[in-house]
Structures are given as C-alpha cells and as structure tokens.
C-alpha cells in the first residue's frame, strides 16, 4: 500500500513541475512592447524597446523639444518623456520606395559623430554603451 502511494506521490509532483515549467513568464513580445507601424522610424528611451516611444515617417534633425510617450504602468496613461539624448533602442520599418536608411546624430542638425545607420528593417534592442542616450536628431537618407 505504501508503495502505491509513494508511486502516486511522484506521479503528482512530475505532473505539477511540468505544469510549472510549462507556464513560464511571458516574452518580450507578448510584454507589451511597443509596436512600430510599417513605414515609420521608432526610438525607445529605454533597452529592449521600451520606455518612450517616438515614431515618425520624416527626417527629425533636432530632438529638442521632442516627446517621446511612455505608458503608465498602473493607469496605462500616455505621458510625455523628452527624446533629447534619451534614445537607448530603435526600429526602422521605413519606406523602401523612398529613403530607407536612418542614420542618427550625436549633435542636432547633423552635427557631432555618427551614432549610428540604420538601413530599413534593422532594429536594435540597445544602441551600446559608446551611443546609448546621446542621439539629438537623425536624418533619412538613401544609404
């Protein structure tokens, strides 16, 4: 009898660790990580696409007074975050009929080191330490 019971026991405990493992956590991309519609650039203020998000379809050479949104955590209400050397990941799901390649700045207008290009289609979960929160514009261009 005590065998049948300790048989059953080790029955329940292997069926209930495979029921926990196969409950998991939940992916990045079922997380509620901000989507980025065909044809637009997106920054994120934070790693892995998160935190503000700003999307445009058009050159942006100055991110002064720019706004990224984030969503509250709790309220989910959409609040203003500044862009201004904040930007830490991207998307580009440009347009390839027009300027496809992003390439970002350090300085607005233009101005300072090449962060980074971003040709169409290319995303990045985080920029590096050496880019990460100082990009101030970026620039369509052709390649």
């Known amino acids: 009898m005590r065998r049948s019971f300790a048989r059953i026991g080790v029955v329940l405990v292997a ?20 989507d980025c519609d065909p044809g637009e650039y997106c920054t994120y203020n934070d790693f892995a696409y998160s935190g503000g998000r700003f999307t445009t379809e058009s050159t942006t ?3 002064d007074g720019v706004d990224a949104w984030t969503k509250l955590p709790v309220t989910g209400t959409l609040v203003p975050v500044t862009l201004n050397d904040r930007v830490s990941s991207y998307r580009n799901n440009g347009n390839p009929h ?6 970002s700045y350090e300085h607005r207008y233009g101005g300072g080191r090449l962060l980074w290009k971003a040709p169409l289609g290319a ?13 101030s ?7």
């Open 15 to 34: 069926a209930t660790g495979s029921a926990l493992i196969s409950l998991g956590v939940a992916s990045p991309a079922s997380a509620g990580r901000y």
């Open 61 to 63: 050479p100055d991110y």
């Open 98 to 103: 027009t300027y496809s390649v992003v390439a």
């Open 123 to 135: 995303n990045s979960r985080y920029v590096g330490d050496n880019n990460n929160d100082r990009a």
């Open 137 to 143: 514009g970026h620039y369509w261009v052709r390649s």
